[in-house]
């Protein structure tokens, strides 16, 4: 009932909107590629500066954690990954949470986060390879942007976030402002769906082969989640995430089509265990 | 040679040749709209992607293709696609691929406004959403839109931390 | 007595015909659309003055700069330009075959928008001809048993100048560019002809002449149907001065009369040669009917200015299509018709007469902030020569031109 007040409410601003025409005259002019190139990027500008309210908004919860070497290495391994297999147009950031709740986040646009807590339940490198890319995926698929329906289908941005984002009044700020909050909800309480989750799953590991990693220490990650499901520290993954049974029998479907079983991959556990020994 | 001279100068006075020139602009408006099929063409993401001869994680690598190469897309095999590229058929995984082309970075953070914060210090924020964060947006019955705190002091130190592609796909490269 | 009249005439009218022509190889200044300049306009038929938003527009129409989509800096050059004309039984019953061969950057511009004004800066080599012949005419005629020609020549055409445009309201815009012309000009000949009977002639020359002018360019355009615009664009050559320099010397010797007669001259001139150049006025309309489908008509007239002139409408045409975002092909037509009277029987040499038609193609790729065209023109026309002096009786000639470009441009 509250998601449809939330729509209804979004929808209203969204008609509301001052489409003020900065629209240049004679817009027929544009050829095809300015019209592609101009939803594109400004596509992807908005994104980026819609993720980077949602990612205050989780340093507005969770104090980062200002160590340069810890963040050094989570960042390598994560743009490692991200340039080859993220989205080219954006630049990723990494941070470390300091808390001892369990969880990661994405936010669109590139900020992906990582509790201190989860760093310390992973064993190695593997682990950590697996929790980042299982965030990159959510921002590569745009699982929050699409969910928000701030994309149209054909993926011309227009109609969606470029639009809605692209006033300047205030009703637009509030559109705005609203839009974040109902992401940062979504990260925090309501989650995305299990499709969403399973879809990310499967290209973390996808990600994990192309890199190298060993995807079984994926599933051992889930595995040790497990316990602390109970014991509360991983309170929010388990609200905003299907369960830990269903993700591992979801994923062991994948290997087992895939034969990812049969391939063996890295772990760098020594690497892992000298750059956070710190925690 | 000479024969083709003689053709023309006999046949084609000038005004049959404008006519020629009008025939063949209506032809070629339909030849637009139909006879240039789409091929599926795809982009590669990221840098350095291995090519390989067979779908699998061990098989023999081709060559490395840099981002941004078009390819033509072909069959998939559950993670694998095969794709032509620079005059050679292979297999890459399907995440290496974008249907879109590849574009430069994009940054917003060089945008800087500057502002009064609710404690009167002057701050310079970057971007429009932090600007809306940082004064608390309120509605038009005074009341605060978002209930959540926000932090930008900390994301711009996250975003101050130096990263470079290369050495990280260098770095990730290493194996124990 | 007949054979021997034959044999002076011959060669006299050898000698004519390397003098006379001196005249017309000073350039192909007999037709106006040789280049086709820029990226999209280049590949469309040289038809845009309807379109213009670019900075290409400081060229064919100033005033459609005003509707440019950014900031932009483009340049292009001609890969390979070739030219081949072909004079038949130009001597005696041998065929003169010329080239001329060019690799020049033939434009480049940079474009700044300021609100409803739009500034630009262009550079643009409307016309070049270069040409570096040695040939060797074995028995061209009976009477000649060698005779050798060495031609080189350069003469090129630049503009620059900045160009400013303005929009009136959603539909209007007015442009204005004032380019500096320059045209520089040197030509080198050196001719030996060998008679049978032991005579020889010898013949060298060189030519000099440099052009200084403004050409003021206004321009406009107007869209009075949605998906429709019109245009109109302006400009009229004025030169300041153009001096000419010219040597020549000419050495003979004639066994024909059985005593050998010596002949030597040596002539030198300065002088002043001021081009009159035409009125032109461009007209143009475009269609826009989807973001991927562009269809564009020019027609040029240029009205004399000057003896010997005739006024001439060149038509062009073009069309552009996206086969999807990134790419991007193009196709045109174009005439480019002599500019001098229609020949007809009163038509004396040395002249001749060729119009010339040609058409386009052109593919570019684009990405986010840049585009790379390639194209190709490939020019044909056939038409009358009258190479000897005092000669009514016309030969054939055909002209060949092929011209691969490429360019590429992106926005500031």
């Known amino acids: 009932m509250r998601q449809f007040y939330n729509c209804l409410f979004l929808s209203i601003f969204i008609v509301s909107l001052d489409f003020v025409s900065s629209a240049e005259a004679q817009e027929y002019r544009l050829r095809a590629h300015h019209i592609f190139w101009k939803n594109q990027e400004a596509g992807t500008e908005k994104e980026i500066d819609f993720g980077r309210g949602v990612a205050a908004k989780i340093l507005g ?83 929050i942007v699409r969910k928000l329906k701030l994309e149209s289908s054909d993926r011309s941005l227009t109609s969606g976030i470029a639009q809605i984002l692209g ?63 109970e014991q509360g520290q991983a309170k929010v993954l388990s609200k905003t995430h299907p369960t830990i049974d269903l993700r591992y029998q979801l994923l062991q479907e994948f290997i087992v089509k895939n034969e990812i079983d049969k391939i063996q991959g890295k772990k760098n556990e020594k690497r892992f265990q000298q750059y956070l020994a710190a925690l | 040679m000479h024969l083709q001279i003689q053709f023309n100068s006999n046949l084609l006075s000038k005004n049959y040749r404008i006519h020629i020139v009008a025939v063949i602009i209506f032809l070629f408006a339909p030849f637009n709209t139909t006879l240039i099929a789409k091929e599926t ?20 690598v081709l060559k490395k293709l840099s981002r941004g190469t078009e390819v033509v897309t072909k069959e998939t095999k559950g993670i694998w696609q095969k794709i032509e590229a620079e005059g050679s058929q292979g297999w890459v995984m399907r995440g290496q691929i974008s249907d879109v082309p590849v574009r430069a970075k994009k940054s917003i953070l060089s945008q800087k406004i500057s502002l009064k914060s609710s404690s009167g210090k002057r701050v310079r924020l970057r971007t429009f959403s932090a600007v809306v964060g940082v004064r608390g947006l309120v509605d038009k019955k005074g009341q605060k839109i978002s209930p959540y705190q926000t932090d930008y002091l900390a994301l711009e130190w996250m975003e101050k931390q130096p990263t470079d592609e290369e050495n990280s796909v260098q770095f990730l490269a290493y194996t124990e | 007595m007949k054979k021997d009249f034959s044999n002076i005439w011959l060669r006299f009218s050898i000698l004519i015909f390397v003098c006379s022509f001196a005249y017309q190889l000073h350039a192909d200044d007999a037709h106006y659309k040789n280049m086709l300049i820029g990226e999209r306009a280049a590949t469309m038929g040289g038809s845009y003055v309807a379109v213009s938003d670019d900075s290409t527009g400081c060229y064919y129409n100033p005033g459609g700069i005003a509707y440019a989509v950014g900031d932009s800096l483009s340049g292009s050059g001609n890969v390979m330009h070739q030219m081949k004309t072909i004079y038949y039984e130009a001597i005696g019953t041998k065929d003169w075959v010329r080239d001329s061969e060019s690799l020049l950057p033939n434009y480049f511009g940079v474009l700044k928008k300021f609100k409803s004004y739009s500034f630009c800066f262009s550079y643009v080599v409307p016309d070049a001809f270069i040409e570096h012949q040695d040939l060797v005419f074995d028995n061209p005629l009976s009477s000649v048993k060698k005779f050798y020609l060495s031609l080189h020549s350069e003469d090129i055409t630049y503009l620059m100048g900045p160009s400013a445009a303005m929009r009136l309201g959603e539909d209007l815009s007015i442009g204005l560019t004032l380019y500096y012309h320059y045209r520089s000009f040197m030509r080198q000949q050196h001719s030996f002809l060998e008679s049978t009977n032991g005579s020889y002639e010898l013949f060298y020359e060189s030519k000099k002449q440099r052009e200084d002018g403004m050409v003021p360019k206004i321009g406009a355009q107007w869209s009075p149907f949605n998906l429709l615009t019109l245009g109109v664009a302006m400009d009229q050559a004025i030169l300041f001065n153009g001096p000419f320099q010219g040597d020549v010397s000419y050495h003979s010797t004639d066994n024909s009369t059985g005593t050998a007669s010596l002949t030597t001259t040596f002539n030198s001139t300065k002088t002043e040669v001021k081009r009159k150049l035409p009125l032109h006025i461009a007209f143009g309309a475009a269609y826009f009917p989807t973001p991927s489908q562009l269809y564009t008509f ?115």
Do not use: C
């Not at chain 1, 104090?63 to 993220?86: C, E, F, H, N, W």
């Not at chain 1, 994405?106 to 760093?119: E, N, Q, R, W």
């Not at chain 3, 552009?320 to 007809?344: K, M, S």
């Open chain 3, 298 to 412: 020019d027609l040029d007239y240029y009205q004399a200015q000057e003896k010997g002139r005739a006024d001439v409408i060149n038509y062009s045409g073009g069309t552009e299509y996206y086969i999807d975002p990134t790419n991007a092909v193009r196709f045109g037509l174009f005439t480019n018709f002599d500019n001098r009277p229609t020949p007809d029987s009163s038509t004396t040499g040395p002249t001749d007469y060729i119009d010339i038609y040609g058409l386009s193609f052109g593919y570019t790729s684009y990405s986010s902030s840049s585009s790379l065209t390639f194209g190709a023109i490939y020019t044909s026309g056939t038409g009358k020569a009258w190479l000897y002096s005092g000669l009514t009786e016309s030969k054939t000639m055909t002209r060949e031109s092929i011209t691969l470009l490429f360019s590429a441009s992106s926005s500031l």
């Open chain 1, 167 to 229: 006033g300047a009044t205030l009703s637009a700020k509030i559109a705005l402002e609203r839009l974040n909050d109902l992401a940062f909800k979504m990260l925090m309480e309501e989650g995305l769906s299990k499709e969403d989750e399973a879809d990310a799953d499967q290209k973390a590991m996808e990600m994990m082969i192309a890199t190298g990693y060993d995807a079984q220490s994926y599933l051992d990650y889930l595995k040790s989640l497990k316990p602390h499901l």
């Open chain 1, 61 to 143: 919860k969770y104090p980062i954690l200002r160590d340069k070497q810890m963040v050094s290495y989570v960042s390598q391994i994560g743009t490692g990954i991200a340039a080859q297999l993220g989205r080219p147009e954006l630049r990723y950031y990494f941070g470390i949470l300091d808390t001892e709740d369990i969880n990661a986040y994405a936010a669109p646009g590139g900020y992906i986060f990582v509790t201190k807590g989860a760093l310390k339940l992973m064993r190695n490198e593997a682990q950590l390879a697996a929790v980042l890319s299982h965030e990159l995926a959510h921002i590569d698929q745009k699982h």
């Open chain 2, 41 to 60: 063409t795809g982009y590669i993401k990221g840098l350095g992607s291995a090519l390989r001869e067979q779908p699998r994680i061990s098989s023999n």
